[in-house]
């Protein structure tokens, strides 16, 4: 019997496993998922990607596939704006889906469309603005909007160039306000519609992008500017992705890159 096969892909370097498994039958533990985002130990990433029948999980969809993304910790996460086009780009690429199609996540169906340069469009549902909270980076407080993109996240736009803050450590926040921990995004508005964004992750710690973040980063700018319309490019230290907003809907598009293929190895998993 060969090893479990995987795939190694990034989307503006958010970076992924992925784990061809149609049928539902890895055991993906907790324990699992952070051996093989470990960049010592494992195969190194900012998350897993379980690409699985939504049959398979019981799970109700329109679409055929169904998306199981994990944080580098091993956490379970709604929604991952990144890893979707990835994953959509995969499938694509498999000739597992033709024409446009829909993934299924734990957020709800994210309709999906690889253009012919293989970038992504993805519908990413509304970028539901929940309230206002603080969080101190290296004792510092910023104030930003909270925003539901299907996962939380809190945006504070900083006076400051955002590559000044040390987002090594893991920043407080309100931990009522957000019961289930937060994604953190700093934006600097650039005009002209740019945004510049970096971003500490719940479950992974800083990343090079977030694509989630950038949707909830554009929907708390305009929420700012005193509207809910509107479209933005987003430049995050991974590549740059463009972003639009209306009333109850939002866009995501990005590359979306497969870089290696291979075999995890039978007894490296089993112990893992
Ligand atoms: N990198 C992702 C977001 C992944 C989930 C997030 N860390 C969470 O816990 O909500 C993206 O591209 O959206």
Known sequence: MGGIAF???????????????????LDLT???????????????????????????????????WFMDYRNADGSIAEMCGNGVRVFARYLVDEGLVTGDFIVGTRAGDRPVQVHPDRSVTVQMGPATIIGASVTMVAGRPFSGVAVNVGNPHLV???????????????PDFDQDFFPDGVNLEFINPLGGDVLKMRVHER?????????TGTVAAVAAHLHNA????????????GGVVQVTISKGASTLTGPA???????????WWANA
């Open 30 to 64: 907790e324990a699992r998922v952070a051996a093989l985002c470990d960049r010592q130990r494992g195969l190194g990433a900012d998350g897993v990607l379980r690409v699985v029948r939504s049959k398979a999980l019981g799970v109700s969809s329109e679409g055929e």
């Open 203 to 211: 479950g992974v710690g800083e990343t090079r992008a977030c694509g």
């Open 7 to 25: 795939l190694k892909g990034h989307g503006t370097q958010n970076d992924f496993v992925l784990l061809p498994d149609p049928d539902g039958r």
């Open 257 to 267: 890159e497969i870089v290696a293929r291979g075999e995890l190895d039978e007894k």
């Open 156 to 170: 504070s736009v900083v006076d400051d160039d955002v590559d000044t803050l040390d987002l090594r450590d893991q």
């Open 226 to 237: 005193g509207t809910d319309t509107g479209a933005a490019t987003v430049e995050i230290p």
